[in-house]
């Protein structure tokens, strides 16, 4: 069965992603900062659960060195947001720096450690879970913080699937839509048993015409 890496596993659409796929019969390979807490995880059968700081460049590729066999999808979900949101005349610059750590550079870094468990893949599909707050077209102000690093990652999804086609490796970014998780809150429109078999589909569909595309959840186009 093929194989899929999850970050940010450990609670909302990670945690019902690894549910999802687990049931299907993948091998999940679900990482999470603290999976001694990561209860709910855990209690999955048939998923392996691995401690993982998205933010800790050395951890990444110590991961990358102890995971042998092929990754047929890769999922980078992993994100945070600024609560409450900063803007102009109040800007938490630390704490927004720290949100391109964990939404941008985190996401490359990944590709580029598992780069090789991909190409030895069936598959070979990245995931960037990214949001409709990172479009530049649509875009009505506020969240400055958030949208940045979203259409940063974006951008890298975009570049990276060019570099990376010759491997016939397909990269391309995800709207999850507004998901009722810590993130997004109780008011939120969907689920995250929606999000997560929405995006399954979008997954289970991909092929060379994904490549450096922008989906929602139901497999829609958005624009950059």
Not at 184 to 194: D, N, R, V
Request: net charge neutral.
């Amino acid at each position: 069965m093929p194989t899929i890496l999850i970050t940010g596993a450990s609670r909302g659409i990670g945690l019902e992603s690894a549910r999802q796929y687990a049931a299907d019969g993948w091998t999940v390979l679900a990482c999470c900062r603290t999976p001694d807490t990561a209860s709910e995880l855990k209690a999955i059968g048939g998923v392996s659960v691995h401690a993982l700081d998205v933010t800790d460049i050395g951890a990444v590729d110590r991961l990358a060195r102890s995971i042998d066999q092929p990754v047929d999808v890769l999922m980078n979900n992993a994100g945070q947001n600024m609560r409450p949101p900063r803007g102009l005349g109040d800007m938490n610059y630390a704490a927004w720096s720290n949100l391109f750590a964990v939404n941008t550079l985190a996401p490359f870094k990944m590709i580029e450690a598992f780069q090789d468990h991909l190409r030895r893949s069936d598959r070979k599909i990245v995931l960037n879970v990214s949001s409709v707050m990172g479009s530049i077209t649509d875009t009505s102000g506020g969240h400055v913080a958030y949208r940045s690093t979203k259409a940063a990652l974006n951008m890298v999804t975009k570049v990276l699937a060019g570099d990376l086609a010759g491997d016939g490796i397909i990269v391309f970014s995800i709207h999850p839509g507004w998901v009722r998780t810590d993130m997004g809150g109780p008011s939120a429109a969907i689920s995250p048993e929606q999000s997560a078999a929405g995006m399954k589909k979008v997954v289970e569909s991909a092929g060379a015409g994904s490549n450096g595309r922008f989906f929602d959840w139901k497999g829609d186009t958005i624009a950059w």
